[in-house]
C-alpha cells in the first residue's frame, strides 16, 4: 500500500484517506494557492498502527523520501544546523473534530539549529527562541504527556504582567532552559535534540491522539465512527512570529451566524498558530490588516473569493503571513447555525454557483427543527437551578403547577404554566396541551413527557433528578434550599435541559409562524420559503400527519400535511367519557352494553366531524381503539383505598372487581387492539358507524379506517366483515386496512393484504416487539450503556433500525405489493419525523409518512432531500 502522499498528489475527494486537513490542503495546493509544501501519511496507516501498535512496514521508508524531496524543494534539511528546515505535524482526520486532537510545531530545532533559524531570519534571535520554547511547551504536552501547565507557569511567572511579545531573545533563552528542566524533571530524560526522532515520535503522538477520552468523547456526541483513525500532516514550517509584519489568523468568507457575505476574521500580528483563538492577547478584526498590510489583504480577500467559488459553499480557513508574504495552512467547508445554512444556501442560487435542487441538500431536517423553537434571549441574566435532560427543544416561561387539573384552570384564566410532574401518565394529556412547557424530574427522553412533548412540539425537560417534587404540597426543591411553590415563576430550556428561576425573555420563532401563514417577514424565512417550496416540488413521499384533534388537524394542514395518517380515538374515552367506558365494562348483559355503546356513538361521530371538517377533502385515516380498558379505568390502588375505606359504593366494588379481572402482568401485549374489538362485541362496530355517518355530513370527506395490532389475516377478515356491512348500511365508502406493528403481520403480510386495502406501519410497536423491549422501561433502564457500548449509535425507537425493523417494512412493503400491486403503503410511528427514517421510507417506496403536526416542515423537507 501506498501511505504517504505529496499534497501534489491529493484532491478533495481523498477525506477518507487522507483526513479533511490533508484533502484540502491538497486542494489548495492544485488550485495554485500558497500552501507551504507538505504530505500527508494516511488514515490507513493509522489504523495499522493503532491495530497492530507498530506502524506498517515500509512507512519509515516512504516518510523518509518524501521528506528527501520536501527537504530538495525547500533547499534545508530538517534540523541543519546552520540553515534549518522546520515542519509541523498535524493531525487530521475524516471528519473535522475542533481542538480534539493534537498538533506540534517547529520540529526540527535544537540548541544548534535554533542558531541557525535566527541567522536565517536576519539576525533575528527572539523570534528564533521564542520558535524553540514553543517546541518543547508543545511537544513536551503532547508528545512526551507533561502536565501543560507546568509550562505555563513557567511562562506566566517569566512575563509578570507583561505580554507574551515584550519578552526579549535573552529572557526566551532562558524560558527553554528552565522549559528543558521541567522536561527533564518529569520524564528523566532530556528533551530529544535529533529532528528526525523528533518527528518519528510527533508522528506516533498523532496517532495515539485519535484515542484521547476527549477524542472519544467527542466522537461518540456526534456519532463520528470509532474506527476511521487519523491522517498525519507534515507541512513545511511558515512563521507569523517574525515581528510586527507577520502575523495569523482565521477568516470565514461568510458570516457562519448569519450567512451574511462580507470579511469576517480575526487577525493577530507577530503570532503563531493556536494564539489567535487561544486568546493570549486581543486580536484585531480582519478588516484592519488592510490598514497594516494591503497586499497580503488583497489576495487573501482574492483567494477567499476563489475557494468560495470552487467549493461552492462557506469555507473557513487558517492563515499566516511571514514578513509581508501571504500563507494558506488550512480550508474547510465550514459549519454554520441553522439560520445561516438556509441563508447560504439560496444566496449561492442566487449567484448561480448551485441549482435549487443542491441546495435543498445543503440544508437538513434537524436544522429547520431549530429554527422552528422559540428560544430564550442568550444575553438576559438568568439563575439556573437545576439541568435535567433536553427532551423537546424550546424554550419556556410560566408559573409552576404541580397538576393537570390546576394547569388547565390557571390556563383557562390567561396564565402560562409550566406542569412539573415527577413523571407524566396519559391523564396528564389535558396539562401538557393547556402547559407552555413540562418539567419531570424522572425519566429519560422516552419517557412519555418526552415523547408526548416532542410529538406536540412542547418544550420538555425531564429527568431533572436535583428535584425534589412533591405533588402534595405542590412544590419543588432544587439544590441550595430553593424551594418554588406552586405560582412561582420559573423557566425551562428544552435545547439545554437547564431549568432556571424567574423569566427569562422569550423570542419567538419567526419560521413557526410563516408555516402558521404569516408573510414570510426576513431574509432567512423567505430562504426557508424558497427551500420549502423546492422540496415540495421533488419529493415523491407524501406527508401526513398524527392528529387527533380538530385543532391538531387544522394546524397540520397548515404545515404542509396532506391527511392524517394516524387519528387516535382512544383520547376520546378520557375526561367525562370515562362514566361511559366504565358502564361499558360493567355491564352485565347485552342490553346494558348496547346502552352504554349507544351513548359514545354520538359523541365519537361529533369528534369525526370535526376532523373531517379540518382536513377537507384530504384523506383521515382513523384507528380504531388500541389501549387495554383497564387504562380507562381508575387505579387498582387508589379504588381499592377507596372500597376499603367507608363510604364506597356499590359500583366502586363492582369497579374494583372489574379492574382486578383485566389487570394484565404485560399489558402492551395483552388484550389490545384487534383482540379488544373481537372480545367486546359491538365496540369496533360502534365505532365504524360513528365514522361512516360523520363522513356521511361532511361533503368530501375521506375516511380509512385502520384496525390496529392485526397479527394474523383472520382477524382483519372477522373485522372487515363487520365493517363492510356497517359502511354498507350507512352508505358510505372507506378504505379498510391495518397497521403493521406486529413481527407475525410483517411476515405474513402477503395473506394480510388480501384483506387490507393499506398498510401503515406502526414502528413504535413494531420497534418494541422485534426487539424485545418495552419502550416504556428500557431507555432509563440501559439504552445509555448499549450506546456506549456501540450496540447502536442511537435509540432504536428514534431513528429506525434498517437491519432489523427495517427488513421487516421491506418484506411486508415487497410481499404486500406482490399481492396487491395497489395497495397503498405508509408509516405512522414516531420515525415518521425522523430525518433518517423518513429517507428509509422512500428507498422502500412507502406512499407516505406520517408524524406529528409540529414535524411536518421537517419531514417535508427530508422527503425532498430523499428524492435527490
Ligand atoms: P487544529 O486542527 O487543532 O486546528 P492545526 O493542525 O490546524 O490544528 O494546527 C494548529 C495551528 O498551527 C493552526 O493555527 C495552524 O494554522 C498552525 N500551523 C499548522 N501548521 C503550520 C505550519 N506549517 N506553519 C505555520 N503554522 C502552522
Ligand atoms: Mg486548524
Ligand atoms: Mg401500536
Known amino acids: 500500500a501506498k501511505y504517504v502522499y505529496d499534497f501534489t498528489e491529493g484532491n478533495r475527494n481523498l477525506k477518507d484517506l487522507l483526513g479533511g486537513k490533508g484533502a484540502n490542503l491538497a486542494e489548495m495546493t492544485n488550485l495554485g494557492l500558497p500552501v507551504p509544501p507538505g504530505f500527508t501519511i494516511t488514515t490507513e496507516a493509522c489504523r495499522h498502527y493503532l491495530a497492530q501498535g507498530t506502524v506498517p512496514d515500509g512507512l519509515e521508508d516512504e516518510v523518509a523520501a518524501h521528506l528527501e524531496a520536501l527537504e530538495a524543494g ?10 534549518p528546515l522546520l515542519v509541523s505535524v498535524r493531525s487530521g482526520a475524516k471528519f473535522s473534530m475542533p481542538g480534539m486532537m493534537e498538533t506540534v510545531l517547529n520540529i526540527g530545532l535544537n540548541d544548534e539549529s535554533v542558531r541557525g533559524l535566527a541567522k536565517q531570519a536576519g539576525g533575528n534571535d527572539r523570534f528564533a527562541w521564542d520558535s524553540y520554547r514553543r517546541l518543547i ?17 513557567a511562562l506566566d511567572a517569566l512575563k509578570d504582567g507583561r505580554q507574551d511579545t515584550d519578552l526579549d531573545a535573552g529572557e526566551l533563552q532562558g524560558l527553554v532552559e528552565t522549559y528543558k528542566g521541567i522536561v527533564r524533571e518529569q520524564t528523566g530524560r532530556d528533551f530529544p535534540s535529533d529532528p528526525r526522532e523528533q518527528m518519528r515520535l510527533a508522528v506516533m503522538a498523532v496517532f495515539d491522539s485519535w484515542n484521547a477520552p476527549r477524542a472519544i468523547l467527542y466522537r461518540r456526541q456526534e456519532r463520528i465512527p470509532a474506527d476511521l483513525g487519523t491522517a498525519v500532516n507534515v507541512v513545511a514550517m511558515v512563521f507569523g512570529n517574525c ?21 469576517y476574521g480575526d487577525y493577530l500580528q507577530n503570532a503563531q498558530g493556536e494564539d489567535v483563538v487561544a486568546g493570549i492577547r486581543n486580536t484585531m478584526p480582519l478588516q484592519e490588516l488592510e490598514r497594516i498590510d494591503g497586499r497580503s489583504y488583497a489576495e487573501l480577500l482574492q483567494i477567499m473569493e476563489t475557494l468560495e467559488n470552487h467549493y461552492r459553499d462557506l469555507c473557513d480557513i487558517e492563515f499566516t503571513i511571514e514578513r509581508g508574504k501571504l500563507w494558506m495552512l488550512q480550508t474547510r467547508v465550514g459549519k454554520r447555525t441553522p439560520g445561516a445554512a438556509f441563508r447560504i444556501a439560496t444566496q449561492l442560487v442566487d449567484q448561480g454557483l448551485i441549482t435549487m435542487d443542491e441546495a435543498v441538500t445543503r440544508v437538513t431536517g434537524g436544522q429547520l427543527a431549530q ?19 433536553n427532551a423537546s427543544p424550546g424554550a419556556a416561561v410560566g408559573k409552576a403547577v404541580f397538576s393537570s387539573e390546576r394547569a388547565v384552570e390557571l390556563a383557562g384564566q390567561g396564565e402560562d404554566v409550566i406542569l412539573v410532574r415527577r413523571e407524566t401518565n396519559p391523564d396528564d394529556l389535558s396539562g401538557m396541551i393547556a402547559a407552555r412547557g413540562i418539567l419531570t424530574s424522572r425519566g429519560g427522553k422516552t419517557s412519555h413527557a418526552a415523547v408526548v412533548a416532542r410529538g406536540m412540539g412542547k418544550t420538555c425537560v425531564c429527568g431533572a433528578e436535583e428535584l425534589e417534587v412533591s405533588t402534595s404540597e405542590r ?47 426576513d431574509g432567512l424565512v423567505t430562504a426557508v420559503d424558497r427551500i420549502m417550496r423546492h422540496a415540495d416540488e421533488v419529493r415523491r413521499l407524501k406527508v401526513r400527519a398524527n392528529a387527533d384533534t380538530p385543532e391538531d388537524a387544522a394546524r397540520a394542514r397548515r404545515f404542509g400535511a396532506q391527511g392524517i395518517g394516524l387519528c387516535r380515538t382512544e383520547h376520546m374515552f378520557l375526561g367525562e367519557r370515562r362514566q361511559l367506558v366504565e358502564d361499558l365494562v360493567l355491564a352485565s348483559t347485552d342490553e346494558e352494553r348496547q346502552a352504554a355503546l349507544d351513548a359514545l356513538e354520538p359523541l365519537q361521530k361529533s369528534d369525526f366531524i370535526g376532523i373531517f371538517q379540518a382536513m377537507g377533502d384530504n384523506p383521515v385515516t382513523i384507528r380504531l381503539i388500541d389501549p387495554p380498558l383497564h387504562e380507562f379505568l381508575p387505579d387498582l390502588v387508589e379504588l381499592s383505598v377507596k372500597v376499603a375505606t367507608e363510604g364506597a359504593s356499590d359500583k366502586d366494588r363492582r369497579l374494583l372487581a372489574a379492574v382486578k379481572r383485566l389487570h394484565e402482568q404485560n399489558p402492551m401485549l395483552g388484550l389490545r387492539g384487534v383482540r379488544l374489538g373481537l372480545v367486546i362485541p359491538g365496540l369496533f362496530a360502534m365505532q365504524v358507524r360513528a365514522i361512516a355517518q360523520a363522513a356521511k355530513e361532511v361533503p368530501g370527506a375521506r375516511p380509512e379506517i385502520m384496525i390496529p395490532l392485526v397479527a394474523a389475516v383472520q382477524e382483519l377478515e372477522a373485522v372487515r366483515e363487520e365493517a363492510v356491512k356497517i359502511l354498507e348500511e350507512v352508505g358510505v365508502a372507506a378504505l379498510i386496512g391495518t397497521m403493521i406493528e406486529v ?39 440501559f439504552f445509555s450503556r448499549y ?19 427495517g427488513r421487516l417494512v421491506r418484506i411486508a412493503a415487497e410481499e404486500g405489493r406482490a399481492v396487491r400491486p395497489d395497495l397503498h403503503l405508509g408509516i405512522c410511528g414516531e420515525h415518521g419525523g425522523d430525518p433518517d427514517s423518513v429517507h428509509f421510507c422512500h428507498e422502500v417506496g412507502l406512499d407516505y409518512v406520517s408524524c406529528s403536526p409540529f414535524r411536518i416542515p421537517v419531514a417535508r423537507l427530508e422527503a425532498g432531500r430523499a428524492a435527490l
Open 74 to 83: 525547500m533547499g534545508r534539511k530538517l534540523g541543519q544546523a546552520d540553515d
Open 137 to 153: 511547551q508543545m511537544f513536551g504536552k503532547t508528545v512526551l504527556g507533561i502536565d501543560g501547565e507546568l509550562f505555563e507557569h
Open 243 to 263: 515581528g510586527p509584519d507577520s502575523g495569523t489568523g482565521v477568516a470565514f468568507t461568510r458570516d457562519p451566524g448569519s450567512g451574511q457575505q462580507g470579511v
Open 371 to 389: 429554527l422552528m423553537f422559540p428560544r430564550f434571549d442568550g444575553g438576559a441574566r438568568k439563575k439556573k437551578i437545576a439541568k435535567g435532560m
Open 475 to 521: 412544590r419543588f426543591t432544587a439544590p441550595d434550599g430553593v424551594v418554588v411553590s406552586e405560582g412561582d415563576v420559573i423557566s425551562i430550556d428544552g435545547t439545554t435541559g437547564e431549568v432556571y428561576l424567574g423569566e427569562v425573555p422569550v423570542v419567538a420563532s419567526a419560521v413557526v409562524e410563516y408555516f402558521e401563514g404569516a408573510e414570510p417577514s
Open 743 to 781: 413481527p407475525r403481520a410483517a411476515l405474513t403480510a402477503g395473506q394480510i393484504a388480501e384483506a387490507a386495502e393499506f398498510f401503515s406501519f406502526g414502528t413504535n410497536d413494531l420497534t418494541q416487539m422485534t426487539w424485545g423491549f418495552s419502550r416504556d422501561d428500557v431507555e432509563a433502564a
Open 787 to 805: 450506546l456506549d457500548l456501540g450496540i447502536f449509535g442511537v435509540s432504536p425507537f428514534e431513528t429506525l433500525d434498517r437491519e432489523g425493523v
